[in-house]
T-cell receptor, first 112, second 112 residues
Framework: AQKITQTQPGMFVQEKEAVTLDCTYD???????LFWYKQPSSGEMIFLIYQGSYDEQNATEGRYSLNFQKARKSANLVISASQLGDSAMYFCAINANYQLIWGAGTKLIIKP | DGGITQSPKYLFRKEGQNVTLSCEQN?????MYWYRQDPGQGLRLIYY???????QKGDIAEGYSVSREKKESFPLTVTSAQKNPTAFYLCASSNWGRHEQYFGPGTRLTVT
């Protein structure tokens, strides 16, 4: 069965610094996808970035990049030049059949 | 604007009453999903539907029911059989063949 582990319950980061949020996964599938979502205090889940298991390049979307290390089963999210608006919960997820399996999340707080 | 709407944002009910949460999308997505989120936790799948008139149970379907009579709509009924219904409920949709899911703003249900 697929599983996502996010080991950092919370993080404090100074504004404008880069942030790395950890995600490790477990799956027996050869083909899979990894996702990161942001959940602000309003509650809505916002899709950030996707990495396919066969993608050779690490995914990037603006200030977000995914540090994908397949052999280590790791899919860390990197946010460059953090902003106050980045304060939120961040969730990593992996697709399994037609579902997404979610981690418990990391609460990121950006300090001014 | 295309998107997913959920109503209402806050819902209060007495124990023993059934309640139906609305979810509508105008993204022309084939698949729709219902998740439950408890404080400090990730998302757990309740039900999902890949096509009209068909739906599948997720990990925590007991005490819930759904229907999918139209592509745009996927209402969730929280029945009196659900032992602990107070939670944040999120609806999502995705396109066939693509895995990222897009979410509505959520409904916060409180049962007393």
């Amino acid at each position: 069965a697929q599983k996502i582990t996010q080991t950092q319950p919370g993080m404090f980061v100074q504004e404008k610094e880069a942030v790395t949020l950890d995600c490790t996964y477990d799956t027996s599938d050869q083909s899979y996808g990894l996702f990161w979502y942001k959940q602000p205090s309003s509650g809505e889940m916002i899709f950030l970035i996707y990495q396919g298991s066969y993608d050779e390049q690490n995914a990037t979307e603006g200030r977000y990049s995914l540090n994908f290390q397949k052999a280590r089963k790791s899919a860390n999210l990197v946010i460059s030049a953090s902003q106050l608006g980045d304060s939120a919960m961040y969730f990593c997820a992996i697709n399994a059949n037609y579902q997404l399996i979610w981690g418990a999340g990391t609460k990121l707080i950006i300090k001014p | 604007d295309g998107g997913i709407t959920q109503s209402p944002k806050y819902l209060f009910r007495k124990e023993g009453q059934n309640v139906t949460l609305s979810c509508e999308q105008n993204l022309n997505h084939d698949a729709m999903y219902w998740y439950r989120q408890d404080p400090g936790q990730g998302l757990r799948l309740i039900y999902y539907s890949q096509i009209v008139n068909d739906f599948q149970k997720g990990d925590i379907a007991e005490g819930y029911s759904v229907s999918r009579e139209k592509k745009e709509s996927f209402p969730l009924t929280v029945t009196s059989a659900q032992k602990n219904p107070t939670a944040f409920y999120l609806c999502a949709s995705s396109n066939w063949g693509r895995h990222e899911q897009y979410f509505g703003p959520g409904t916060r249900l409180t049962v007393t």
